[in-house]
């Protein structure tokens, strides 16, 4: 087996996660917490509680934070060692269509834009909607979009959309809260220097990017994939690899939220998400995957965007990574 999917869970055995058991060719990795209710393994999935994740030997699993959404790293790392290929990213209140799947990682469509910012929603949709991550001083700017066939381009990250309930912010929930169905359109990619944000909603990664799936411990629960995935598209063009965005294959009943802890808690990606770009297309990077990850980290913190702890814990990642990947 070396398709791993990979939910965090608090919640008793969900819709989504039975319906992912069914899928002959993937592992279920459930990575539990301290409010978890223990799920029973089966053939087909893996529940790790807590005292599970620090039995397993990464430095990570006794440093991580409970309570929080990152603890999903040690089920990254568990895959991994477990020899995963490709990692597929979703929670378990996103539900598979019948035909879920995703393209091989390769694209000849490539997103041609008149901004720097991407709204990629716009391609599946004539609604008023944005992803989560989305700079809010991009929402109402009129761009241009066209698709153009090449080249065949390298992928390292499928992003996936999701129907009903997509992955928007709490403005969009609080004041628009429609519940959308995307078109299907033709999978595309974005080139260098252009952006999009990548959620952990319905998400594939191979294994050149198993570096970059590290999720920040020490940001709030609605920024954590957020960050994590505009450092990951500055960096996969590094390795000449670019990020995909295809179709809804998910929908999501999402489980309760408290809209204005959400809010709270995404202040920092509506008022720093321009600047962190900024930092990330000025950045100087090395031939090193790992260290260029950690050089990332060391000037968010040099601009105040993580604290010191998020160094250490990202350094004991790559040490994980090390042990188990001979990266």
Known sequence: MNKFIIITTINEKTHAITEFEKFKDWHIVLVGDVKSVPIKNSERLTYLSIKDQERLGFKLA????????????????????????????????????????????????????????????????????????????????????????????????????????????????????KPIRFNQNTPFCLPENFYCPINSQNTLWRKEAFHLLYLPNYVSFRFTDILRGYIAQRLLWQQKLLVGYTGASVFQERNTHNLMTDFEDEIIFYTNTKRIVDYLDNIKLTNSATQNLLQVYEGLQNINIIAKEELIMCKTWLEDLEMIMNI
Do not use: M
């Not at 949709?125 to 700017?141: C, I, K, M, S």
């Not at 992928?155 to 809260?177: E, F, H, S, T």
């Open 62 to 177: 006794n440093l991580s934070n409970k309570n929080h959404y990152a603890r999903k790293n040690i089920g990254y790392l568990f895959a991994i060692k477990n020899g995963a290929n490709i990692i597929y990213d979703t929670d378990d209140d996103n539900i598979p269509y019948d035909y879920w799947s995703f393209p091989d990682f390769k694209c000849d469509n490539i997103c041609v834009s008149s901004n720097k910012f991407i709204n990629i929603y716009k391609l599946f949709t004539d609604d008023n909607v944005w992803p989560r991550g989305y700079p809010l001083d991009q929402v109402t700017t009129k761009s241009s979009y066209s698709l153009n066939n090449d080249k065949t381009h390298e992928i390292g990250i499928w992003q996936g959309l999701a129907d009903k309930q997509p992955d928007v912010d709490a403005i969009y929930r609080l004041i628009i809260n």
